[in-house]
């Protein structure tokens, strides 16, 4: 049974410019959550899909948006990008909106310049 | 708003030492509390949950405990290892549907 699946691994971009990553959910789970970790940090939380809708959503600017695909699978975009988003993306899934254990994937290091 | 502090921030301890990871949270009315595991670079790997309603749960050499009405944890680990180097995280979720919230983590290191 697959875990949660990230891509891509690494990514290096610059200033400006947009980027999309992508996350496939643990086998049976329907809701998908994002998080940003900086350096050092503990991870932040961006924002969670469920039913192909934005749920809830963290302090974070409209720059950053996703989707949920039927399949639950999940996209986060982020436009304009700032050096501060520098920072590893994590992708967490989860049964019924995050009320039981998430499940957190390897996560995709941006790296932006 | 709710906020998670871990104390220390790292900790270094010879092999074989049992040792204790401490979580503060500010809002008592939480819906379960998780530790995790991370490896520098890595992704998260989930160690123990615990519901609101438990006061420990265990899992090997590891045990949470959790006194809710205080708004603390602790995540206890006995006769270290240098595997179980890597970054402590502890997370709470509020009543409801709310999402994750973590403190820093606290960077362990097991010397051989």
């Known amino acids: 049974d697959a875990g949660v699946t990230q891509s891509p691994t690494h990514l290096i971009k610059t200033r400006g410019q947009q980027v999309t990553l992508r996350c496939s959910p643990k086998?049976?789970?329907?809701?998908v959550s994002w998080y940003q970790q900086a350096l050092g940090q503990g991870p932040q939380f961006i924002f969670q899909?469920?039913?192909?809708?934005?749920?809830q959503r963290g302090n974070f600017p409209d720059r950053f948006s996703g989707h949920q695909f039927p399949n639950y699978s999940s996209e986060l975009n982020v436009n304009a990008l700032l050096l501060g988003d520098s920072a590893l993306y994590l992708c967490?899934?989860?049964?019924?909106?995050?009320?039981?254990?998430?499940?957190f994937g390897p996560g995709t290091r941006l790296l932006v310049l | 708003k709710q906020e998670v502090t871990q104390i220390p921030a790292a900790l270094s301890v010879p092999e074989g030492e049992n040792l204790v990871l401490n979580c503060s949270f500010t809002?008592?009315?939480?819906?379960?509390l998780q530790w995790f595991r991370q490896d520098p670079g890595k992704g998260l790997t989930s160690l123990l949950l615990?519901?609101?309603?438990?006061r420990e749960q265990t899992s090997g050499r590891l045990n949470a405990s959790l006194d809710k009405s205080s708004g603390r944890s602790t995540l206890y680990i006995a006769a270290s290892q240098p595997g179980d180097s890597a970054t402590y995280l502890c997370a709470v979720t509020n009543s409801g549907n709310t999402p994750l919230v973590f403190g820093k983590g606290t960077r362990l290191s097991v010397i051989a």
């Open positions: 615990i519901q609101s309603s438990q």
């Open positions: 899909y469920y039913e192909e809708e934005e749920r």
């Open positions: 967490a899934s989860s049964l019924g909106q995050g009320k039981e254990t998430q499940y």
């Open positions: 086998s049976g789970h329907d809701t």
């Open positions: 809002d008592s009315a939480i819906y379960n």
